[in-house]
């Protein structure tokens, strides 16, 4: 964790790969309908929103040939613009 960095929600539970599934499909679908999302874990509920410059950040890892990871990161900096997607062509 970076030194100014502060854990708003954070949650790490046993999913079926369905389950998986259905949750990044709602999470992408409220993404592209409304911009953001809701986390509810009891009575805490957190809106993520983000905007402006975003950054899509898609990491595999494996550990001892046996622990597999894939994980999904969305980053933003509050304030700043896209400043143009490279393409090619």
Known sequence: MAKNEEVIFSSEEPRSVQEIGDF?????????????????QGEKQIKIHPEGATKLEIKYEIEDEVKHGFEVEIEWKTGSENVGRVDIT
């Open 24 to 40: 990044l499909i709602q999470i992408g679908e409220k993404l592209k309908e409304q911009g953001f999302f809701s986390l509810t």
